[in-house]
T-cell receptor, first 113, second 117 residues
Framework: DSGVTQTPKHLITATGQRVTLRCSPR?????VYWYQQSLDQGLQFLIQ???????AKGNILERFSAQQFPDLHSELNLSSLELGDSALYFC????????????FGPGTRLLVL | AQKVTQAQTEISVVEKEDVTLDCVYE???????LFWYKQPPSGELVFLIR??????QNEISGRYSWNFQKSTSSFNFTITASQVVDSAVYFC??????????????FGTGTRLQVTL
């Protein structure tokens, strides 16, 4: 158990809908990262937050957004969902957020029908 | 741009065989970290090891060992006397210092290891 929690574990929704994925980092970690794992794209970095501020953006679609709250938990919002958004979404955390080991949560498996 | 290549898509071995997973990376940075993660069938990503670009000392931890060679930009991972529980997808990943204050991981495509009795 990495200490990173993610909810829900599974999510099934329809195209055009909006969903919110939630992540709680390990105790003491200030940095949160979101990654997407899909069959065609592999594991891709989406976005990083550090202590409530956005620190880096990767290949994140405009339909996706994220935020980190004062209690350091983070949410990833996916809107206008398409079939191709079906993937495993991971959250990871680290203490500071620079060249550190990132510890991953169990992931949220999203299926868009 | 940083890149990680895991040329082996899938490897099948019989239990107790040794197996080496290959990883080749590309980076223009002189300061970087390399990682190995394991993804068992249950789906979570489990951290195995981290190495920085200034530490080429190879390491052995139980049945696992790692071979880091900057001259060939490789960071290979060996499992000795493999067991069925080692069956998983193994990912090599790279993090560069030159990305500023951010520290995203760039992953390879993974190697699926199947260990059978």
């Amino acid at each position: 158990d990495s200490g990173v929690t993610q909810t829900p574990k599974h999510l099934i929704t329809a195209t055009g809908q909006r969903v919110t994925l939630r992540c709680s980092p390990r105790s003491g970690d200030l940095s949160v990262y979101w990654y997407q794992q899909s069959l065609d794209q592999g594991l891709q970095f989406l976005i990083q937050y550090y202590n409530g501020e956005e620190r880096a953006k990767g290949n994140i679609l405009e339909r996706f957004s994220a935020q980190q709250f004062p209690d350091l938990h983070s949410e990833l919002n996916l809107s206008s969902l398409e079939l191709g958004d079906s993937a495993l979404y991971f959250c990871a955390s680290s203490v500071e957020g620079w060249l550190e080991t990132q510890y991953f949560g169990p992931g949220t498996r999203l299926l868009v029908l | 741009a940083q890149k990680v290549t895991q040329a082996q898509t899938e490897i099948s071995v019989v239990e107790k065989e040794d197996v080496t997973l290959d990883c080749v990376y590309e980076t223009r940075d002189t300061t970087y970290y390399l990682f190995w993660y394991k993804q068992p069938p249950s789906g979570e990503l489990v951290f195995l090891i981290r190495r920085n670009s200034f530490d080429e000392q190879n390491e052995i931890s139980g049945r696992y060992s790692w071979n880091f060679q900057k001259s060939t930009s490789s960071f290979n991972f060996t499992i000795t006397a493999s067991q069925v529980v080692d069956s998983a997808v193994y990912f090599c990943a790279l993090s560069e210092a030159g990305s500023g204050t951010a520290s995203k991981l760039t992953f390879g495509t993974g190697t699926r290891l199947q260990v059978t009795l």
